[in-house]
C-alpha cells in the first residue's frame, strides 16, 4: 500500500502561481510513477502531468504544457506540481497518484493508490 497525502492547493490570482505537493508514505516511492490529475465541478478527473520512476520522464496534458512542471524527490518520497500562469480555468481538486511503470500514465484507471486531493482555486 501507498499512502499520498497532497498539500499546498488554495486560492490565487490568475497569472499566479502554486506549488502542490504529494507526500507518499508505505512502499518504496521510487517503485511507483506519478501522475497529477484534476477534476472542476462537474466535470471528469482529467489527466495533468506525470513523471517515470526516476523522474527521466515527464507528460503533461497540452492544457497545461509550458506553465506545469512535474517533478520528484525520491529521497524525500515527494512529487510536486509547479503551476504558473494560472487561469481560471485551472480552477478544480487537485489529486496525486501513484501507479507501477509509466505505460499509460495519462490514464487515471491505471493508478492504483490516490490522495485525497487539495482544492486549487483560480480567481479572475
Excluded at 9 to 23: I, K, M, N, P, R
Excluded at 65 to 70: L, P, Q
Excluded at 73 to 94: F, G, H, I, R
Amino acid at each position: 500500500q501507498v499512502q499520498l497525502v497532497e498539500s499546498g492547493g488554495g486560492l490565487v490570482q490568475a497569472g499566479g502561481s502554486l506549488t502542490l505537493s504529494c507526500a507518499a508514505s508505505g512502499r518504496t516511492f521510487s517503485d511507483y510513477a506519478i501522475g497529477w490529475f484534476r477534476q472542476a465541478p462537474g466535470k471528469e478527473r482529467e489527466f495533468v502531468a506525470a513523471i517515470s520512476l526516476s523522474g527521466t520522464s515527464t507528460y503533461y496534458a497540452d492544457s497545461v504544457k509550458g506553465r506545469f512542471t512535474i517533478s520528484r524527490d525520491n529521497a524525500k518520497n515527494t512529487s510536486y506540481l509547479q503551476m504558473n500562469n494560472l487561469k481560471p480555468e485551472d480552477t478544480a481538486v487537485y489529486y496525486c497518484a501513484a501507479k507501477n511503470g509509466y505505460a499509460s500514465a495519462a490514464r487515471a484507471s491505471a493508478y492504483s493508490y490516490w490522495g485525497q486531493g487539495t482544492q486549487v482555486t483560480v480567481s479572475t
